[in-house]
């Protein structure tokens, strides 16, 4: 019984810290997004609210908490109201197969630093973020509103067509590893070398069709103010927007886990096999290298035209991920990697 | 677990049916729209050279894919009938879909994936592959039933034949799984090994049976599972109905011949009264319905049902091996009859169908007889094939088959079987009436394919009648294996 | 107790749990905060200032379906591959490498006849 109550407790504490570690995270990467791309463009960006505008996202989330709530009239509203939630809640949950570091001992106990380990890891990764897709669909359908409808649909386009690439790109480094799960594809990765090496062409792939996944630009067609005003997000405002926000940000920092467990070594580093404790510094030092790359993306690169983005999408690289599947078979069948 | 090339070998002729379909979509895809005719010539090409591998693989016994795949007498006459059907197909679309305007490549393409999945029917030996044929045969199906694009019916058609069929593959699906979980196989041989060594669940087995029944029932239209077939082959293009009515029911048949003779036996006796009440029930509502009927295209869904009765009548000597192997034998000489017969009559309905629906009633047929004697004549041979009256390959069908059901001891069905053979004499005859002694100005549209597959099928009919001994030989022979 | 396969799955149940409370009580935090001046004008759909035409969900380009259609089609093709990939390591090490390359090379190629037949008639071009 001891022993039920203890686990029970030990997920509960790993869910609420990881939790905590990315609500924070969102937060901070906010201010460094503003901040990064402020430096980019040469302005210098918010630093009024405390030291260097550290405050400057606690600031934020008050002001959005006493925002009023505007529910357009004829919203379905059950749906508008769960929308956020469902976009929020799989950009969390998708966190939970990442590994963070082996195990380590901790209060007498030796505690793994994930979450959990499924040994399908990553048709858990697949599965859950075409839930996401979910979100976006009941918030443009809900908010009855010409532009949020619009925008849902092709955000929705988007993002499934741009799946199938990512799940593509997801073959190498299983054929390479020869599992699914996440923990054991970091191992194969530490006994041989990253599997941005050997399959460098899905990486890129993978990172695109990542950029695409999570609505960034050059993909953020929900951002296109041009065409959509705010595509799916138009209606919402306050706490509810605020959790749209929150779901894009936490997932931008998921997918930069997603990419670098897949194909930079996860925890992987120099002297994490002596010092456990590493592991974790490494990843996150991994996911803050991409999220600063994917702002430096944002601040580069101009939106792409919705009919390139899709022909973008189904005519180069399906095909590209397609190809590499098979040179990663090929090298394994001809090297014996 | 592996395999190699004598695989492919082996089922040949439906490697070739598979692989040219494939190769011809990508031909559709990138010919010019001025050379669109040419997938229809390389379509028949297709079918006639898959036709030469299934004649020169006639007599070979062999097994593929691990023995999922049979080959046997039985699955080289169904394929050759399949395959020679599949060519009057195309022969009556060529005209009809330019006429209509969706003359487009995709049709023959589909057409061809339906065969293959028949032929795959036709040598399937374990229950998923029975499964998975039956997806391949009928996905193109509801393609076709639909492609008469912005026709309402057309649409509605292929809508109603896709939900149901669907429904109809779900139930052989659970009927799968319930045989499955009685048996622990899927491998027809292995389930019979499993039976005979005693099933601990024998009702699980037969709910399985009853449930794969149903669904292929659903698939070759027997009563109560037929009420889709008026409304399907009345929407659908004629030349698709004309296809779909031979097509789906050799696929339905040669399943359900395989898995009840080869895995079933020896449930027969809670199967037979089964399937007495549906042949009954069978011949009696399609026969009957048929009567009421004004448009030509549903008169003919009734008589293709109530075929399916007389076909069924042949599962009845079902315990008793050495009748029931000449009522199968029986059962395909029937299906090549049919077939025959079909196509020849939906050749003419397609000879005399006008645009928006036109043509298709009973009295639009008033005169035909006298203003085109030909046709006339040729129509007045299929409705006594039909009927079932000398000198017609119908005959030769049903006097077999009623003579196996009799020796199995089954005298109130054939006497059935004769009862509403007289009563469909009645609508069958009526129309030959009406062409000849009722006057109008019927007018026809000239094709030649379509007179071609007409002439040829009013010949044939007769023709194969007089050469019925040596056929059914043939077909006694192709069964002889099966059990 | 509890079962070890479902050990792996319990902290996603609870993970889910807490988030799905952290978004229900963020959302009452709003409204709980937030005031509430709602006037007609206020709650009309957005049309960029405009009065709002027509109803706001409407028929959709025939194209969506389309791609959602591809999609189920190329999705089930990557979950045939991924079970496929877990596999091969071991096949190459019985020497059976070149074997379950080929079956897959025939079952995408196959696949592939399908991808270029959608291309060539359009499917994936947006006018």
Known sequence: ?337 | MLYSMDDMFNILPTVIVVAWATALILVEAFLPKKYKFITIWLTVLGLVVALVAAINQHGIEAEAFNGMLVVDGFSSFLNILILGSGILAVALAVGYNKRFGFDRGEYYIMMMFSIAGTMLMSSAADLIVIFLALELMSIPLYIMAAFYRGNVNSEEAGMKYFLLGAFAGGFILYGIGFVYGATGATGLSQVVTAINGGVDSPTFLLVGAALILIGLGFKVAAVPFHMWTPDVYEGSPTPATAYMAVGAKVGGFAALIRIFVVAFPTLSTDLVPILWGLVALTLVVGNLVAIAQKNIKRMLAYSSISHAGFILMAFLPYGDAAVFKSSVAAALFYLLAFAITSFGSWGVVIALEKSEGKGLLLEDYAGLGRKYPALGVAMLIFMLSFTGIPPTIGFAGKFLLFKAVMEGGYYGLAILGVLTSLFSAYYYLRLVIIMFMKSGEPNIVSDRWVTLVTASSAVATVVLFMVSTPLFAWAEQAVLKLF | MLQDYLNDYWPIAILLLLTTLLGIVAIGLGYLFGPRRSNKRKNAPYESGMSPIGPGTRQLPVKFYIVAVLFILFDIEVVFLLPWAVIFKKFVDEGLGNFVLIEMIIFLGILLVGYVYAWKKGAFEWD
Not at chain 1, 147 to 174: C, D, H, K, N
Not at chain 1, 256 to 275: K, Q, W
């Open chain 1, 1 to 337: 019984m001891n022993e039920t109550l203890a686990f029970i407790l030990e997920w509960v504490i790993k869910g609420a810290v990881l939790i905590a570690i990315l609500l924070t995270g969102f937060a901070y990467t906010t201010y460094f997004e503003r901040r990064f791309l402020a430096r980019i463009q040469i302005r210098v960006g918010p630093n009024r609210a405390g030291p260097f505008g550290l405050l400057q996202p606690v600031a934020d989330g008050i002001k959005l908490i006493f925002k009023e709530e505007v529910e357009p009239a004829e919203a379905y509203r059950f749906a508008f109201l769960l929308a956020p939630v469902m976009t929020m809640v799989p950009a969390v949950v998708i966190m939970a197969v990442i590994p963070w570091g082996d195990k380590v001992v901790m209060f007498g106990r030796e505690i793994a630093l994930a979450v959990t380990d499924l040994n399908v890891g990553v048709l858990y990764l697949l599965s859950i973020a075409s839930i996401s897709v979910y979100g976006i669909v009941l918030a443009g359908w809900s908010s009855n509103n010409k532009y949020a409808m619009m925008g849902g649909i092709r955000s929705t386009a988007q993002m499934i067509s741009y799946e199938l690439a990512l799940g593509l790109s997801f073959v190498p480094p299983i054929l390479l590893a020869g599992s699914l799960s996440m923990s054991e594809i970091i191992q194969g990765q530490q006994s041989s070398a990253w599997y941005i090496v050997y399959a460098p062409l899905a990486a890129i792939v993978c990172f695109i069709a990542l950029l695409a996944e999570v609505n960034r630009a050059p993909f953020d067609m929900v951002e296109a103010e041009q065409e959509l005003v705010a595509g799916y997000v138009t209606e919402y405002s306050g706490m509810k927007f605020a959790l749209f926000f929150m779901g894009e940000y936490i997932k931008m920092a998921a997918v930069s886990a997603i990419f670098a467990t897949m194909f930079l070594g996860g925890f992987d580093g120099p002297g994490v096999d002596t010092y456990a404790w590493l592991g974790p510094i490494y990843l996150f030092l991994k996911i803050f290298g991409l999220l600063g790359l994917m702002i430096w993306i944002r601040a580069t690169l101009p939106r792409l035209r919705y009919d390139r983005l899709m022909a973008f999408g189904w005519k180069v690289l399906i095909p590209i991920a397609l190809l590499n599947v098979f040179i990663t078979a090929a090298l394994i069948v001809g090297l014996g990697i």
